[in-house]
């Protein structure tokens, strides 16, 4: 088994891709930042259903819990640093 742990990945894969994850035994675990443009690619998906939510399980997060963060930086939304702090104060 294989356990993935994904800080801030963009959405990938399809109904193809998950089955293939599933015969091959491998879990993950995305971890998303609700404030991360990033983790909201592809924005454009013809058919949505094309696009399937390739992860196990979701831990969503938004640093909008971090006071300290600039909230006019979308760079930092993205930061490992600003994941690794998310995570911490659960």
């Known amino acids: 088994m294989v356990i993935v742990v994904s800080f801030g ?3 990938v894969g399809n109904e193809s891709f998950m089955k293939q994850l ?9 971890i998303v930042n609700v404030d ?3 983790t909201k690619v ?12 390739s992860e196990d399980a979701q831990l969503r997060l938004s ?3 971090l006071p ?9 939304s993205h930061d490992l640093k600003t994941y690794l702090h ?3 104060i659960l």
């Open 9 to 11: 990945g963009p959405r």
């Open 68 to 76: 300290y963060l600039n909230k006019g930086d979308v760079a930092m």
């Open 86 to 88: 998310l995570v911490k």
């Open 36 to 38: 991360d443009v990033v």
């Open 42 to 53: 592809p924005w454009l998906v013809v058919n949505l259903e094309d696009m399937t939510s």
């Open 22 to 30: 599933e015969q091959n035994g491998i879990k993950i675990l995305r």
């Open 63 to 65: 640093s909008k819990e």
